[in-house]
């Protein structure tokens, strides 16, 4: 069993940078795939994107290319998600998810969810 716990959200302006982090516990992330999700207000979740167990592939969803990276680091079992040029549009609730497949995450599904970080952006 993995219970993920997301953090770093929070209040910020427009424009600013923000990192998310997801901490595992319960179970090595090794050989899981990592993935970010997010939902905003009266709205269906969304893929952000997903990660590799070793790292090395990272996709996106299509309209979260370019400002959204995703990264891990598996000796802390911690999984990343770095928002660059914050919009009132990205505010949402952003949640992270495990499962052996990376390929699952854009069809929404996932063995693992956490509870999620709320961010909010101010314009």
């Known amino acids: 069993q993995v219970q993920l716990v997301e953090s770093g959200g929070g209040l910020v302006q427009a424009g600013d940078s923000l990192k998310l982090s997801c901490a595992a516990s319960g179970h090595s992330l090794n050989y899981y795939s990592m993935a970010w999700f997010r939902q905003a207000p009266e709205k269906e979740r969304e893929f952000v994107g997903a990660i590799s167990w070793s790292g090395n592939t990272t996709y996106y969803g299509d309209l979260m290319k370019g400002r959204f990276t995703i990264s891990r680091d598996n000796v802390e079992n911690t999984v990343y998600l770095q928002i660059a040029s914050l919009k009132p549009e990205d505010t949402a609730v952003y949640f992270c998810?495990?499962?052996?497949?990376?390929?699952?995450?854009?069809?929404?599904?996932?063995?693992?969810w956490g509870h999620g970080t709320r961010v909010t952006v101010s314009s």
């Open positions: 998810a495990a499962d052996k497949s990376l390929w699952r995450f854009h069809i929404g599904r996932s063995d693992y």
